[in-house]
Each structure stands twice: as C-alpha cells, then as structure tokens.
Nanobody
Framework: QVQLVESGGGLVQAGDSLRLSCAAS????????LTWFRQAPGKEREFVAG???????YMLDSMKGRFTISRDNSKNTVYLQMNSLKPEDTAIYYC?????????????????WGQGTQVTVSS
C-alpha cells in the first residue's frame, strides 16, 4: 500500500512563499507519477501540477510563473514551491500518486492520496 505524507503548509500573508513536500513510502518511486491537487472550501478538488518519473512536468497555465513542481527520486519526495501566494490559493493541498508515466489531471485517475496539508493565505 502506497503511503503519502504531505507537510509544509501553514498560514502566510499574500506575497509570501511556501514549499510543500510529499514523502512517499512503500512504492517504487520512479515508477509513479506524483501530482498535487488542491481543494478550497466549498469547491471541488482541482489539479495543480504533476511530475513523472523522468522529471517531465505538467502544470495548469494559471499556476505557471508562481508554482514549481519537482521531485527528488533519491528521497522519494515531491515538492511544490509556491511563490507570490494569493488569498485565492487558500486550500487543502493533496499529494496523489499513480503508477505509470502519464500525468493525469482528474481526481478519479489517482488511487493513492495523502491526508492533505492546509495552506491559508491572508490578505
């Protein structure tokens, strides 16, 4: 059973930065695509960014320029660097994993999820 544990969330002010981490265990890390989703209060969970085992990435256009996804295969960890945070970035951020090298952007395509980490951005 794949286990994912997120960390790095918190309360910050608009314009600040945060780096989220997601540590994976019980998995052949390189064989999995890792993604970040987020869910704001009252909204559906949405895709943020993904990275495959060969370090190929995909990110929504709305996130480009502020967010960066990366992974360290030696540490079984994926990161989401978030800069210039805005109040509308407030959400629970979830890490998800899927075997294979295709980055999918829909919730139903992921069988493995972390518990989430709260990010709150005050104005």
């Amino acid at each position: 059973q794949v286990q994912l544990v997120e960390s790095g969330g918190g309360l910050v002010q608009a314009g600040d930065s945060l780096r989220l981490s997601c540590a994976a265990s019980r998995v052949t890390f390189r064989a999995y695509t890792l993604t970040w989703f987020r869910q704001a209060p009252g909204k559906e969970r949405e895709f943020v960014a993904g990275v495959d085992g060969s370090l190929g990435t995909y990110m929504l256009d709305s996130m480009k320029g502020r967010f960066t996804i990366s992974r360290d295969n030696s540490k079984n960890t994926v990161y989401l660097q978030m800069n210039s945070l805005k109040p509308e970035d407030t959400a629970i951020y979830y890490c998800a994993a899927n075997p294979g090298q295709l980055i999918r952007a829909t919730v139903r395509d992921y069988a493995y999820w972390g518990q989430g980490t709260q990010v709150t951005v005050s104005s």
